[in-house]
């Protein structure tokens, strides 16, 4: 169908997640796919996006007109997530990581990560939460957890609706986000809610256009960066949960 088949009816499009950003995350994207994504996008009169990261790929990537594109961040329930700030008590630090499993979150780099955080704070813990979307990926991350010796401090929860995620995150101190590429980054906005400060990758996170200048969320391009910002913010812990919330 063409637009002028359709006349006078306007057409809006909403690319969440376009081919250019699973490229990004490493996922293997036929020419083909990014060819219907422009044709979808020549066809469209305006194009709603999440975020001011993505908008960009569409005008950098897909040369389309800034005209036609409408940023409207996407929202979290609120009745879900409200919470009051956080404490840290004693040496245990209980990192989390809202996300599924596949390649686009970079839960072996998220492992790693987290292995040098308890190289610096060794009673740290690590519950993940998030569905598996990727099987032979999930198999890489179980072997990746053993390699690293970390059987012990990693739990494994599988999925969560989002009225459970409030009870599953009790107790939870620091969401960890290095995902390769996030266009809005729900779990970051959903964690923030329930006063749980963030650490997440810089690259291609759609959250630093919101976020950068709060406090409650602290962005590295670096592991050795990750843990210098994460001692900082432990320090000023308490003020970055209230910051969340």
């Known amino acids: 169908i063409t637009k002028q088949e359709i006349g006078s009816v306007q057409i809006i499009t909403f690319p969440m997640f376009s081919g250019v950003c699973y490229r990004i995350s490493g996922e293997i994207v036929p020419e083909e796919y990014l060819n219907c994504e422009l044709n979808a996008f020549k066809s469209s009169d305006y194009i709603f996006t999440p975020s001011y990261f993505e908008k960009e790929i ?98 494994f929860k599988g999925y969560c609706s989002s009225e459970q995620i409030a009870e599953e995150l009790e107790g939870q101190h620091i969401n960890l986000c290095l995902s390769k590429c996030e266009t809005f980054g729900r779990s970051i906005y959903e964690t923030l809610a329930l006063g749980i400060p963030n650490l997440c990758l810089k690259d291609n996170n759609a959250t630093y256009d919101f976020l950068s200048s709060k406090g409650c969320v602290w962005f590295f391009d670096t592991h050795d960066e990750g843990i210098s910002v994460l001692k900082t913010g432990i320090e000023n812990y308490q003020q970055a949960s209230r910051c969340a919330v």
């Open 58 to 155: 569409l005008i950098k990537n897909y040369k389309v007109p800034e005209g036609k594109i409408r940023v409207i961040p996407r929202g979290i329930n609120l009745t879900n997530f409200s919470a009051s700030p956080r404490t840290i008590e004693g040496q245990q630090i209980n990192f989390c990581a809202l996300t599924s499993i596949k390649k686009q979150k970079n839960i072996i780099e998220l492992l790693r990560f987290f292995k040098k955080c308890t190289d610096n704070f060794p009673s740290s813990k690590l519950k993940i939460i998030g569905a598996v979307q990727d099987k032979e990926y999930n198999n890489e991350v179980l072997k990746e957890v053993q390699g690293l010796g970390i059987e012990n401090l990693v739990e």
